[in-house]
């Protein structure tokens, strides 16, 4: 199959031109309040994304909708929470990267941090690809991909974005 990047790009300036406004209204949003995922182990979950990432737990309290099940939130700043539930009893079986599914989480570090981080990723033994020399990709536990991007937020490769 040959792919025509040509069009493809032609088909991105025509979205761009028609749908990025140059008086860009405010969002009817506050901000992102929480992404949630799932957790088969809540201690290596905490382990990982506290003890490893530096994401602070805020908070486990029972999960509304479903007796029984965690529901814990990790500060990734700003204001921004990421969450994961677990189900006990329930056989969800391992993360899946399907299209049309979640692809990746994008979290903004400082530059020290993401070289502090990338140094634990290592001595952890955890699997990771490093792109553009701000971008570490890797997964979590569960298999969730998570990416620690040194460019700051509303930043993009050096682009603004926001």
């Known amino acids: ?17 028609r749908y990025v406004l140059a008086r860009r209204p405010s969002s009817s949003a506050r901000g992102l309040h929480h992404i949630a995922l799932l957790s088969s182990n809540v201690e290596r979950t905490i382990q990982f994304y506290q003890d490893l990432l530096e994401f602070p737990l805020t908070e486990i309290i029972e999960n509304r909708d479903y007796k029984g099940s965690n529901h814990f939130f990790f500060d990734i700043g700003n204001g921004n929470l990421l969450a994961f539930f677990d189900f006990p009893g329930l056989d969800l079986g391992p993360y899946q990267e399907v299209l049309g599914g979640l692809h990746h989480i994008a979290i903004s570090v400082d530059p020290a941090t993401w070289e502090r981080l990338r140094g634990k990723l290592e001595m952890a033994g955890v699997p990771h690809q490093i792109e553009s020399g701000a971008s ?4 979590d536990p569960d298999g969730a991909r998570l990416e620690l991007l040194a460019d700051h937020l509303g930043e993009m490769y050096g682009a603004r974005v926001l």
């Open 1 to 17: 199959m040959t792919i025509d990047y040509a069009a493809i790009e032609a088909r991105r300036a025509e979205i761009r031109q």
């Open 136 to 139: 570490i990709y890797f997964k």
